[in-house]
């Protein structure tokens, strides 16, 4: 299989903002966490946090702050705002089943790396109904460092295997993600990076590293040849 001409012999996605409609839910849910010790937390500070694990968030949220904050009871509190929206349901990105299903139907080797703890995004997932696709998923308490830092990506990729149980190649597996701390750690692992942006576009650094720019997954599906 090609992607705008490039062979693809597996694919690796962020979830958050780009398989999953949930960042949206995060930024309501930090926002009410924050709020439940007094800590204001506007918009524009969610947006930096777009693409981080839950520990480097709540490092923006003091800097934003500037002061010490109760870091783990924010957490908490955000972690069960969370929960209470979730229940509602999981909203899925637009085209992001069918192009999962698809690729899975063909037999590509599929994983997810993201910056979520991996017991929550597998539960994300199975809710969403897209868990059974993926081979793994790696989450954000998985690695040393988090996005942008490669670590997460590299970890991915390891736990892709072909048909036959062969490892697949870096340059033979790409990537897709909306948030610019994803598409750089991508590009640090030397994979190929499709940017799909939800609500913040890409760096001018992001951009440089990008593979291509797609404005969703409904788009992007019709990049990939047989």
């Not at 509602?88 to 590509?108: D, I, N, S, T, Y």
């Not at 017991?119 to 790696?138: I, S, Y």
């Not at 030397?190 to 720019?213: F, G, H, M, S």
Request: hydrophobic fraction near 50%; charged fraction near 20%.
């Amino acid at each position: 299989m090609h992607f705008l001409g490039k062979p693809v012999e597996g694919v690796i996605f962020d979830m958050d903002g780009l398989l999953l409609d949930s960042e949206r839910l995060s930024m309501r849910a930090w926002q009410a966490g924050a709020r439940q010790h007094g800590v204001k937390m506007p918009k524009a500070v969610f947006l930096q946090m777009i693409g981080h694990r839950n520990e480097d968030c709540l490092a923006i949220l003091q800097e934003f702050a500037g002061r010490e904050i109760p870091q783990e009871a924010i957490a908490i509190a955000m972690y069960a705002e969370y929960e209470r929206l979730l229940a509602e349901g999981v909203p899925l990105m637009p085209g992001a089943h069918k192009l999962v299903a698809w690729l899975a139907a063909v037999r590509m080797p599929l994983a997810v790396a993201t910056s979520t703890h991996r017991a929550l995004a597998c539960k994300k997932l199975a809710a969403a109904g897209l868990l059974p696709f993926f081979q793994g998923v790696t989450g954000g308490d998985q690695v040393a460092r988090g996005k942008p830092a490669p670590d997460i990506y590299l970890a991915a990729l390891a736990s892709l295997r072909g048909v036959a149980g062969e490892a697949v190649s870096p340059h033979k597996c790409l990537v897709f993600e909306d948030s610019s701390p994803g598409i750089l750690a991508a590009a640090a692992a030397a994979l190929p990076v499709v940017a799909v942006p939800d609500l913040t576009q890409p760096t001018a650094k992001a951009r440089q590293q990008a593979y291509a720019i797609m404005p969703n997954l409904l788009v992007a599906a019709k990049g990939f040849t047989t």
